[in-house]
């Protein structure tokens, strides 16, 4: 039963006493590397809501960046993580062996969207998934290239900041030594079509860059280790491809021979109303990498590939912390939940969230698009329908309106706001966000 209020809350005015001290003495001694928005200090959660440091209470539509799946300590994910951090904490599977590892192994097998049998390799994160997955597309291939897409990010370390292409600060000062033979080619943003085309006649024309340039300028195809996308790209601003893109990327790497690499870091486990986004589009990679959302908070990545593909010798990579036991439990837990209840529930209450957005889009000119599947949904802000001019300021105004009102949402790309609840997101709460959206959006564009 809830001990917190199932609707935004407040005690103080924001932020509170004890939320501005913890701010203050984090700015003398953490990173300022972090991008914080508004200042909102967490003390505890339940399912979709949080409580602050002075008892105010909020509607999490971020789930700390799409990751808790099962909600804020669920008690069943909470109860498998006691268990096994009363038997033991860690055992490096790098150099031994213990069942947490191997079941969750034999589960992600089983659930991987693709076929026959799959081996993992186990991380902390989803940069060391994706870093994990560009070693093995070269080793495995033994060719030296990749491509990526612009607007996606794959982590910050610098492998995988090679892949990424979200934010030029994201790469400032770091350039010159990103990790070589890397390529990118636009991404199928159908709303900003990069050849000009409308949804309805699109054919995934905008790889016809990646075909007719960068695979006769820039790269051989024979060798291309890899094409490492996004089914949903995320930081980009949550951008929904048409099925033809996958489809036709997927041909591509058949013919030449290369690699198909899916990062499911953002959208999979359950977020898109199916355990992996990809499934949606019909297709069937070679490597899929996972975090995030996969074990309820506790960190843990995973790049899981076709065992034909993940022939590696022993010392060609490894992790000590990687697939601890503890992060293993709670995967277990979470995925088992997952599949049991939260990825129909992420289905319908996320159709119902779509419906109501596209409602408020019909009311508020500040909305361009409105896309997404199942609890991944993006808004797009502009400051004209038809030339589609970004509206960035308006939107960091709106995601702070809405935390004054209670609901914590986060921007994604220039000028979309993204909502990533919770997959135990109710239909009430999805009310209680399109209401308080309503009322934000109203106050920056003025009516």
């Not at 990526?148 to 000062?173: D, E, I, P, Y």
Request: aromatic residues 6%.
């Amino acid at each position: 039963m809830s001990t917190l209020p199932q609707s935004p809350h407040f005690r103080t005015a924001l932020p509170g006493p004890n939320a501005r001290a913890i701010i203050e003495r984090d700015g003398h001694v953490v990173s300022p590397s972090y991008t914080r928005g508004y200042p909102f200090v967490i003390a505890r959660g339940e399912g979709a809501m949080v409580e602050d440091v002075d008892g105010n209470v909020f509607l999490d539509c971020a789930a700390g960046i799409a990751v808790n799946s099962t909600g804020h300590s669920h008690p069943e994910v909470v109860a498998a993580i006691v268990e096994q951090a009363g038997r033991y904490l860690h055992m490096s599977g790098t150099d031994f062996y213990y069942e947490p590892q191997v079941r969750l192994a034999e589960v992600l097998s089983a659930a991987a969207p693709m076929p026959g049998p799959s081996r993992s390799f186990f991380g902390n994160s989803g940069a060391e998934a994706n870093e994990a997955a560009i070693k093995l597309a070269r080793y495995s291939t033994k060719r030296p290239f990749l491509v990526a897409f612009l607007g996606s990010f794959h982590g910050r370390t610098m492998g995988a900041l090679s892949l990424t292409a979200s934010r030029s600060v994201q790469r400032k000062g770091f350039g010159a030594t990103t990790a070589p033979g890397v390529f990118h080619a636009p991404y199928a943003e159908c709303y900003r079509c990069p050849v000009r085309l409308t949804p309805d006649s699109c054919q995934a024309e905008c790889l016809e860059y990646l075909e007719d340039k960068v695979m006769v300028h820039l790269v051989s195809p024979d060798e291309l280790a890899a094409i490492v996308v996004e089914p949903i790209q995320g930081e980009g601003g949550y951008l929904v491809p048409p099925p033809q893109f996958h489809q036709r990327l997927r041909a591509l790497t058949q013919q030449y021979g290369s690699l198909l690499i899916v990062d499911e870091v953002q959208a999979g486990m359950g977020r898109t109303g199916k355990l992996f986004a990809i499934e949606h589009f019909g297709v069937q990679p070679d490597i899929v990498t996972m975090a995030k959302g996969i074990a309820s908070g506790l960190p843990l990545g995973v790049a899981t590939a076709r065992a034909g593909v993940m022939e590696w010798t022993p010392g060609a990579h490894a992790s000590t912390f990687g697939g601890n036991p503890v992060s293993c439990a709670a995967a277990l837990a979470t995925i088992r939940l997952l599949q049991e209840q939260l990825v129909a529930n992420a289905a319908d209450v996320g159709g119902y969230l779509l419906d109501g957005l596209r409602d408020l889009q019909r009311k508020h000119a500040l909305i361009g698009d409105v896309r997404g599947k199942g609890l991944m949904i993006g808004i797009e802000l502009v400051r004209d329908r038809t030339t589609k001019v970004r509206a960035t300021a308006e939107r960091d105004r709106v995601v702070d309106e809405a935390f004054a009102r209670g609901l914590l949402i986060l921007g994604a790309g220039r000028n979309t706001i993204r909502l990533s609840p919770p997959l135990v997101l109710t239909r009430a709460q999805a009310r209680i966000a399109i209401d308080i959206l309503d009322q934000s959006i109203g106050v920056v564009a003025g009516h």
